[in-house]
């Protein structure tokens, strides 16, 4: 979870998406052991598969962002540009014919979202009950449930190899596309990458990615520059680094004759993502930029203007906190008609 993120005795005007997941388990070839020093909890049996019910979960403070001092003022943003998608006539594209909304976190954590937080049936029916709210929001445009797993989390030690990621098992890939399944949802698998790189982390993932419902995210706080360690400094990327992403989405899509994939950049300050204008848009890739923070509605609504609305790529998304963006007395969660009344609206709407 996140603590209080403070600079020079201020609080910082946005809470950042995650606290890093500190996790003691197994890595995908269910060999070698990365540990911390961290308190951890053992993650509860009915959140977690079997063969998983050793691995441990802790969590530590998101970093403060030197950036972010101005961040509760929002630049004018620009008027809304039409969207560019050659990808949105090809058949089985999802956006901009369907809203996506899903469930974010990982099974093992019940501390990194909802995903995790409750029991599998019980969070399947949550989920059901807000693209019910999304539906009526919006009747013209139907909704697309999906499930949002951080499977490459960032870690507060260096482990074997000094990257400072830890990779979750297939299996736990495996079981969380089993449960969507049961939706007829999509899943996203997430990276945080720490000290690797995209290009050593998403090559792994192309046994899921060939699957035509599964698509990418990747979250550039947890991208490390420089020596820094996750936790201590909010992480960046680089429109180069994205395109490699978007280049290897492209090639999985024609590869496998494939719908287009869905790729879902998180965002909340200036310098997570730089260079955003040689972000390049594939034939066989969709595009969202995902505003990631919490914080109160207006907060939020500024965040999204000043990194999202102002520097376009393609869609955007949103991202809801079901307990942080409610800790401000009075606070409220955003609904979706208000979410709605953003432009551009957001195509891909995030609960964590």
Avoid at 70 to 79: I, L, V
Avoid at 89 to 101: F, Q, S
Avoid at 121 to 132: F, H, I, Q, S, T
Avoid at 192 to 206: A, K, M, N
Wanted: with cysteine; net charge positive; hydrophobic share 40%.
């Amino acid at each position: 979870m996140n603590l209080k993120m403070m600079r020079k005795g201020n609080r910082l005007p946005l809470w950042c998406a995650v606290g890093i997941g500190l996790l003691t388990a197994c890595n995908s070839e269910g060999t070698q052991k990365e540990t911390n020093g961290a308190q951890a909890a053992v993650a509860s049996a009915s959140h977690t598969p079997a063969t998983d019910t050793t691995k441990k979960v802790a969590a530590v403070p998101a970093p403060a962002d030197s950036t972010a001092a101005g961040d509760s003022t929002a630049a004018t943003a620009p008027a809304e540009a039409p969207i560019r998608d050659e990808a949105a006539d090809n058949p089985g594209a999802i956006l901009p014919h369907k809203r996506i909304v899903a469930f974010y976190g990982n099974p093992l954590s019940k501390r990194m979202g909802i995903l995790g937080e409750i029991a599998p049936d019980k969070m399947l029916a949550k989920l059901d009950g807000e693209v019910k709210a999304w539906q009526a929001a919006d009747p013209g445009t139907p909704v697309q449930p999906a499930l949002h797993l951080v499977f490459v989390t960032a870690q507060g030690k260096p482990g074997k190899g000094g990257t400072y990621r830890l990779r979750m098992s297939d299996h736990l890939a495996d079981t969380v596309i089993a449960w969507a399944a049961r939706r007829n949802a999509l899943v996203f698998l997430d990276i945080q990458i720490g000290r690797s790189t995209v290009q050593d982390e998403i090559p792994r993932l192309e046994q899921w990615l060939k699957l035509p419902q599964v698509h990418l995210g990747i979250d550039p706080e947890f991208a490390m520059k420089n020596g820094a360690i996750p936790g201590r400094k909010i992480g960046t990327l680089d429109a180069k680094e994205i395109n490699y992403a978007t280049n290897f989405l492209n090639d999985i899509a024609v590869k496998y004759n494939l719908p287009p994939k869905i790729l879902v950049v998180h965002r909340f300050t200036q310098r997570m993502v730089t260079n955003y204008k040689d972000i390049q848009l594939r034939p066989n890739v969709q595009f969202v930029m995902h505003m990631d923070g919490w914080g109160d509605r207006v907060l939020k609504k500024s965040t999204y203007n000043a990194y999202i609305k102002k520097e376009p790529v393609q869609y955007t998304g949103f991202k809801i906190f079901y307990h942080n963006d409610t800790k401000k007395p009075g606070s409220k969660l955003y609904p979706p008609k208000e979410v709605l009344a953003l432009t551009p609206k957001p195509m891909y709407i995030q609960y964590q």
